[in-house]
Antibody, heavy 122, light 110 residues
Framework: QLQLQESGPGLVKPSETLSLTCTVSGASISSSNSYWGWIRQPPGKGLEWIGS???????YYNPSLKSRVTISVDTSKNQFSLKLSSVTAADTAVYYCARHRPPAYSSGWDYWGQGTLVTVSS | QSALTQPPSASGSPGQSVIISCSGTSSDVGGYKSVSWFQQHPGKAPRLMIYDVSKRPSGVPDRFSGSKSGNTASLTVSGLQAEDEADYYCSSYAGSNNLVFGGGTKLTVL
C-alpha cells in the first residue's frame, strides 16, 4: 500500500525559506507510473496546487508561486522535497504531498499524505 | 479567488440526490478531460472520488458520478448518506502545465 508522509518545521519566520520533505513507502519514487506533488490548504480555505515532479527531475509549478518554489527528488531516499522562499503569513497552510498517475497534466491525485501545518510567524 | 467556481454549499436529505457544479472556462474545464473531484472530511486529507471527468477509483461507491458539459463539470451524489457530509473540491488541468482547484462546496446531509 502506497503511503506518503510529510516532515519538516511547523514554524517558519517571515522572509525565510519553508522546507518540507515527503517520504514515500510502499512504492518506488522512480516508478514510471507516478508523478509527485505538493498541494496546500490555508486554514479554513480551499486547496491550491503548488507543483509536481517526475522521478526524472521534470518539474511543473503553479505560475503564481513559480518564482519562489523549488521541488526536487531524491531517488536514493525515496523522497521528494519542497522549498518555498521568502515566505509571508499568507503561506501559512496545511501542506500535503500527493501522487497521481500519468499523464503529467492529470489532476487525479489518488494518494495523499496526512498533511503538515506550517505557520509563518516571527 | 479560485480559478474554478463552485457553490459554497449544497444540501439534501438522506436518500436524495445532489449535484455540485464546477464552472470554469474553455482554458480549463472545457478544454480538457482532466477534471477530478475530491471529498474532504474535517481534519482529514482529501480523497479522490472522480478523475478524468467521470471515472471512479477503486473503492469509491457508484453513488458518486461525474460529468461535464461545456465549461461546467458536475458531481452527482445519489442516495445521500450521512457519511457523505463533507467538503467537495473540483480540479482541472488548465494548460501550460498548470492545475487549478475550485473553492470548495460544503455538502450538508439534512
Amino acid at each position: 500500500q502506497l503511503q506518503l508522509q510529510e516532515s519538516g518545521p511547523g514554524l517558519v519566520k517571515p522572509s525565510e525559506t519553508l522546507s518540507l520533505t515527503c517520504t514515500v513507502s510502499g512504492a518506488s519514487i522512480s516508478s514510471s507510473n507516478s508523478y509527485w506533488g505538493w498541494i496546500r490548504q490555508p486554514p479554513g480555505k480551499g486547496l491550491e496546487w503548488i507543483g509536481s515532479i517526475y522521478y526524472s527531475g521534470s518539474t511543473y509549478y503553479n505560475p503564481s508561486l513559480k518564482s519562489r518554489v523549488t521541488i526536487s527528488v531524491d531517488t536514493s531516499k525515496n523522497q521528494f522535497s519542497l522549498k518555498l522562499s521568502s515566505v509571508t503569513a499568507a503561506d501559512t497552510a496545511v501542506y500535503y504531498c500527493a501522487r497521481h498517475r500519468p499523464p503529467a497534466y492529470s489532476s487525479g491525485w489518488d494518494y495523499w499524505g496526512q498533511g503538515t501545518l506550517v505557520t509563518v510567524s516571527s | 479567488q479560485s480559478a474554478l467556481t463552485q457553490p459554497p454549499s449544497a444540501s439534501g436529505s438522506p436518500g436524495q440526490s445532489v449535484i455540485i457544479s464546477c464552472s470554469g472556462t474553455s482554458s480549463d474545464v472545457g478544454g480538457y478531460k482532466s477534471v477530478s473531484w475530491f471529498q474532504q472530511h474535517p481534519g482529514k486529507a482529501p480523497r479522490l472520488m472522480i478523475y478524468d471527468v467521470s471515472k471512479r477509483p477503486s473503492g469509491v461507491p457508484d453513488r458518486f458520478s461525474g460529468s461535464k458539459s461545456g465549461n461546467t463539470a458536475s458531481l452527482t451524489v445519489s442516495g445521500l448518506q450521512a457519511e457523505d457530509e463533507a467538503d467537495y473540491y473540483c480540479s482541472s488541468y488548465a494548460g501550460s502545465n498548470n492545475l487549478v482547484f475550485g473553492g470548495g462546496t460544503k455538502l450538508t446531509v439534512l
